[in-house]
């Protein structure tokens, strides 16, 4: 199998992956801000495009957000969120210390703010943005789908349900079946690294 096929088949599986298992239980839709935001699409891939060109390895960054955002509490944005006094958010939980550009997010979110206020959920830019950098990287373009509602909730303790690195395969299996998540899912979003960089 040619290079590029192998490319577009995980990046086909990542798409299937990110549409079937990680939407929320709420009934989503892929014109859900057609009529209240129509152009939260175009802000979310002009400001992940201009990220991308300032910084290379926002996309990789991104696409891992997304991921780990989803794998704890459902795509609910709660990654987002800042630790206060009183809770140490996922934030800061020892496997997303090295999750970066969230500036992206912010900035997307202050634009979405100034054009409809009160209207377009984090949890729905991070998707977007997630979309955007698998179609900039090479891969395909898929509707997101949308209506997400961002979590309220936190917790950096929760992070400990991310797999580490040092997981055996059975291990993984274990873990990703524990989410609803089977084999092919865990292919593809173990290939969803070969979009970033190795130390």
Same mark, same amino acid.
């Given at each position: 199998? *040619?290079? $590029?096929?192998?490319?577009?088949?995980?990046?086909? #599986?990542?798409?299937?992956?990110? &549409? *079937?298992? +990680?939407?929320?239980?709420?009934?989503?839709?892929?014109?859900?801000?057609? $009529?209240?935001? =129509?152009?939260?699409?175009?802000?979310?891939? $002009?400001?992940?495009? /201009? *990220?991308? &060109?300032?910084?290379?390895?926002?996309?990789?960054?991104?696409?891992?957000?997304?991921?780990?955002?989803?794998? &704890?509490?459902?795509?609910?944005?709660?990654?987002?969120?800042?630790?206060?006094?009183?809770?140490?958010?996922?934030?800061?939980?020892?496997?997303?210390?090295?999750?970066?550009?969230?500036?992206?997010?912010?900035?997307?979110?202050?634009?979405?703010?100034?054009?409809? @206020?009160?209207?377009?959920?984090? #949890?729905?830019? &991070?998707?977007?943005?997630?979309?955007?950098?698998?179609?900039?990287?090479?891969? @395909?373009?898929?509707?997101? !789908?949308?209506?997400?509602?961002?979590?309220?909730?936190?917790?950096?303790?929760?992070?400990? /349900? !991310? =797999?580490? =690195?040092?997981?055996?395969? /059975? $291990?993984?299996?274990?873990?990703?079946?524990?989410?609803? !998540?089977?084999?092919?899912?865990?292919?593809?979003?173990?290939? *969803?690294?070969? !979009?970033? +960089?190795?130390?």
């Amino acid at each position: 199998m *040619a290079a $590029q096929d192998t490319k577009n088949l995980f990046l086909s #599986a990542l798409l299937l992956l990110s &549409i *079937a298992v +990680f939407s929320c239980q709420a009934a989503l839709d892929t014109h859900y801000y057609d $009529q209240t935001c =129509p152009q939260a699409e175009y802000i979310v891939a $002009q400001t992940v495009r /201009n *990220a991308s &060109i300032y910084d290379s390895k926002s996309p990789a960054r991104l696409l891992r957000m997304f991921f780990h955002d989803c794998f &704890i509490r459902g795509c609910d944005a709660s990654i987002l969120l800042d630790s206060t006094p009183g809770n140490k958010a996922e934030k800061d939980g020892p496997p997303n210390i090295s999750v970066r550009s969230f500036y992206v997010i912010d900035d997307a979110k202050t634009k979405l703010e100034k054009a409809c @206020p009160h209207t377009v959920s984090c #949890a729905d830019v &991070i998707a977007m943005a997630a979309r955007d950098v698998v179609t900039m990287t090479g891969g @395909p373009y898929w509707s997101v !789908l949308k209506g997400r509602k961002d979590g309220r909730v936190s917790k950096a303790s929760d992070t400990t /349900n !991310l =797999p580490p =690195p040092f997981l055996n395969a /059975n $291990q993984l299996i274990q873990t990703f079946a524990k989410r609803g !998540l089977g084999i092919k899912d865990l292919v593809a979003l173990s290939g *969803a690294h070969t !979009l970033g +960089f190795s130390h």
